[in-house]
Every structure is written in C-alpha cells, then in structure tokens.
Nanobody
Framework: QVQLVESGGGLVQAGGSLRLSCAASRRTFSRNAMGWFRQAPGKEREFVAAISWTVGSVRYTDSVKGRFTISRDIAKNALYLQMNSLKPEDTAVYYC?????????????????WGQGTQVTVSS
C-alpha cells in the first residue's frame, strides 16, 4: 500500500514562507501523479497544486499562482510544496495525495491515496 507522510507545517507570519514535504513509502512512482490539497475548518477540501511524476507537468489553483511551487524529487520519492508570500487565507490542513494515473487532476475524488495532513497557520 502507498503511504504518504507530510511534514513542514507550522505557524508563520503573513508574508512568510514554508516548505511542505511528502514522503512516499513506495520506491517508484513511474505511473503516478501527485498533488496538494487543503482544508480549512467547516470548508471542503480544495485543490492547491499537482504534478505528474514522470513528465513533471504542473497545475495550480489560481489563488496560489506566483506564490506556491510544487516539485518532486524522483530519487527520494518525495513531493514538495514551497509556499511563499503566505496569507491568512492560506491557513488550512494541507494534504499530500497520489493518483495511480499519471495525469494531473484538480478533483479530490480522483486521487487514490492521502497523507494524514499537516497544519499550516498564517497569522496576520
């Protein structure tokens, strides 16, 4: 089974930066796409960014374009989300997700595996 473990969350001041990491238990993800979603209390889980593991194509939600960067390290089986210029509205639990398909998707119901989530809190 694929297991995903996020790290790097925390409390940061508005305008600051954090880098989230997601470590995968499987050794190879040659047919997977991976992404980041976030969920604030009382709200639905929403798409943030995704990347195809093999090709490296990326997709972002409009609200984070120019501020967040998704990347992966194939050798380490790791996914990252560099978050800059953070805003209070970025506050949420951030989840790492993986698909069996290589295609990127913005739909949470198209992802097959999920991490436990890591809390990101941005203070004003």
């Amino acid at each position: 089974q694929v297991q995903l473990v996020e790290s790097g969350g925390g409390l940061v001041q508005a305008g600051g930066s954090l880098r989230l990491s997601c470590a995968a238990s499987r050794r190879t993800f040659s047919r997977n796409a991976m992404g980041w979603f976030r969920q604030a209390p009382g709200k639905e889980r929403e798409f943030v960014a995704a990347i195809s593991w093999t090709v490296g194509s990326v997709r972002y939600t409009d609200s984070v374009k120019g501020r967040f960067t998704i990347s992966r390290d194939i050798a380490k089986n790791a996914l990252y989300l560099q978050m800059n210029s953070l805003k209070p509205e970025d506050t949420a639990v951030y989840y790492c997700a993986a698909r069996v398909s290589v295609a990127v998707s913005i739909a949470k119901d198209e992802y097959d595996y999920w991490g436990q989530g890591t809390q990101v809190t941005v203070s004003s």
